[in-house]
């Protein structure tokens, strides 16, 4: 059974910070990878995917995620956030039209 | 492109009822996911529905079943309510049986058993 563990449950950061938030998975066979994220008051949006080729994804907002398979991670980054990114984000792993979430982790960005 | 469309935003029913809960899928896609999240985890994979039959089921027992139409809209059914089924239902669609490109998620059921 896959699974997404993320290590982080509430990150707080001051604007203009570097972000990194840890996801890693555990499956053995070929997956996707998905980092959703949920706005105050908004549904989940897809911030970004990777599937194949370049480990190092870009996602909307200058985000972007680096796949590494011997870690079987996935994480997160942006080099300056803003008080806008202020949300839950969750990493997820795809395979056989069955997606497994991790428990998010809640970015609050003081301004 | 319209979006994911879930109804009732938000419902309470008591336990051992019955509930429907229903989702209007993107407009394009004919896949439709439910998802459970309980408050403080993420989303649980509950099952899928392709062509208006089930396409993989999660670790939910047979109390909750599932609908999907013509039109590709798609209705969630639980019986025999507990009170463990208080959560976010949420609807996802996606193009084609497959997940590759990622979920558009409706905005949620609450739903509250008391």
């Known amino acids: 059974a896959q699974s997404v563990s993320q290590h982080n449950h509430h990150v707080i950061l001051s604007e203009a910070a570097s972000l990194e938030l840890g996801c890693n998975y555990s499956y053995g066979g070929t997956v996707n990878l998905f980092w959703y994220v949920q706005y105050p008051g908004q549904h989940l949006q897809l911030l970004l995917k990777?599937?194949?080729?370049?480990?190092l994804v870009k996602g909307i907002k200058g985000f972007e995620a680096e796949f590494i398979k011997s870690k079987f991670s996935f994480n997160l980054r942006k080099p300056s956030v803003q008080w806008s990114d202020t949300a839950e984000y969750f990493c997820?792993?795809?395979?056989?039209?069955?997606?497994?979430f991790g428990d998010g982790t809640t970015l609050t960005v003081k301004p | 492109e319209t979006g994911v469309t879930q109804s009732p935003t938000h419902l309470i029913k008591t336990r051992g009822q019955q509930v429907t809960l229903r989702c209007s899928s993107q407009?394009?896609?004919?896949?439709v996911s439910w998802y459970q999240q309980a408050l403080g985890q993420g989303p649980q994979f509950i099952f899928q529905?392709?062509?208006?039959?089930?396409?993989g089921r999660g670790n939910f027992p047979p109390r909750f079943s599932g609908l999907q139409f013509p039109n590709y809209s798609s209705e969630l059914n639980v019986n025999a309510l507990e009170l463990d089924d208080s959560a976010l239902y949420l609807c996802?669609?996606?193009?084609?049986?497959?997940?590759?490109?990622?979920?558009?998620f409706g905005s949620g059921t609450r739903l509250t058993v008391v």
């Open positions: 407009s394009g896609h004919n896949t």
């Open positions: 996802a669609s996606s193009p084609e049986g497959g997940t590759e490109g990622g979920y558009t």
């Open positions: 997820a792993v795809s395979n056989a039209g069955k997606s497994t």
């Open positions: 990777y599937f194949s080729g370049d480990p």
């Open positions: 529905y392709y062509r208006e039959e089930e396409n």
